[in-house]
């Protein structure tokens, strides 16, 4: 993946409990994007369900340069 020349970028809900936090994606695997931009957010995995704005708000910050 970090090999992949597109922009990389992780937006980490900080209460999202899916999976146990150790075996959590970030920071354990998000290092195999390389460089990458990383935004937080609150909410958890249903976030897209529960706060839709927040979400929204995170990709589009995300996605600024």
């Known amino acids: 993946m970090a090999a992949c020349p597109l922009p990389k970028r992780y937006v980490n809900?900080?209460?999202d409990c899916a999976?146990?936090?150790s075996l959590g994606w970030h920071p354990?695997?998000?290092e195999r994007l390389g460089l990458?931009?990383?935004v937080e957010c609150s909410?958890?995995?249903e976030v897209?369900?529960?706060d839709a704005e927040a979400?929204?708000?995170a990709i589009e910050q995300?996605?600024?340069d």
């Open 48 to 50: 897209w369900f529960t």
């Open 43 to 45: 909410g958890s995995h």
């Open 62 to 64: 995300a996605g600024r």
């Open 36 to 38: 990458f931009r990383y």
């Open 19 to 21: 999976l146990p936090q």
């Open 28 to 30: 354990r695997l998000s």
């Open 55 to 57: 979400i929204a708000a």
């Open 13 to 15: 809900c900080r209460m």
